[in-house]
T-cell receptor, first 115, second 115 residues
Framework: DTGVSQDPRHKITKRGQNVTFRCDPI?????LYWYRQTLGQGPEFLTY????????KSRLLSDRFSAERPKGSFSTLEIQRTEQGDSAMYLC?????????????FGPGTRLTVL | AQTVTQSQPEMSVQEAETVTLSCTYD???????LFWYKQPPSRQMILVIR??????QNATENRFSVNFQKAAKSFSLKISDSQLGDTAMYFC????????????FGTGTRLTIIP
């Protein structure tokens, strides 16, 4: 399967704990995005990488959130000191600028539940 | 900044019938893309159809077509000959044609196809 993969698919944690999610984009896609989707809402942009450079962070991304893409391939999203309000689906997407296309391919998401 | 509005939280239609999902948007960009994404239950989001704002011709993809009214900032999705597999959440989204090209989503329409 050459699609976007995310790990884990589900994560249950207690308030105050740290969690880390991983995203593996489609091979050779140089753009990688993180979105957050809460129940009944559309996904909201969190942050974006072009290769290994993090080029934009949403104001939704508090200081407790950090994302990396160390070698321009996979990416991690870490949430420190989790709060109940962090409970959501975290979606990763990747895209390539080849041919001027603008389609983002999404992974299955990581569903986070903070107790 | 871009905003996307979907005013139909839920819709249902009989199998084989035609259904139209509504979307309005607002943007200050001179060039942008509009999308419809489909999110089936417990499955990942996939692109249904894409429209480039500078193209006047409405996009079509098999049973899916759009009605793009640029002056009215309206972008509706028509599904013809609806099938049970069309049951899903449908999200309208927009992005600019430059920069990070992040997607701005509406709140979605839950479409149910009734056998």
């Amino acid at each position: 399967d050459t699609g976007v993969s995310q790990d884990p698919r589900h994560k249950i944690t207690k308030r105050g704990q740290n969690v880390t999610f991983r995203c593996d984009p489609i091979s050779e896609h140089n753009r990688l995005y993180w979105y957050r989707q809460t129940l009944g809402q559309g996904p909201e942009f969190l942050t974006y990488f072009q290769n290994e450079a993090q080029l934009e962070k949403s104001r939704l991304l508090s200081d407790r959130f950090s994302a990396e893409r160390p070698k321009g391939s996979f990416s991690t999203l870490e949430i420190q000191r989790t709060e109940q309000g962090d409970s959501a689906m975290y979606l990763c997407a990747s895209s390539s600028r080849a041919g001027g296309q603008n389609e983002q391919f999404f992974g299955p998401g990581t569903r986070l539940t903070v107790l | 900044a871009q905003t996307v509005t979907q005013s139909q939280p839920e819709m249902s239609v009989q199998e084989a019938e035609t259904v139209t999902l509504s979307c309005t948007y607002d943007t200050s960009e001179s060039n942008y893309y509009l999308f419809w994404y489909k999110q089936p239950p417990s499955r990942q989001m996939i692109l249904v159809i894409r429209q480039e704002a500078y193209k006047q011709q409405n996009a079509t993809e098999n049973r899916f077509s759009v009605n793009f009214q640029k002056a009215a900032k309206s972008f509706s999705l028509k599904i013809s000959d609806s099938q049970l597999g069309d049951t899903a959440m449908y999200f309208c989204a927009s992005s600019s044609n430059f920069g990070n090209e992040k997607l701005t989503f509406g709140t979605g329409t839950r479409l149910t196809i009734i056998p």
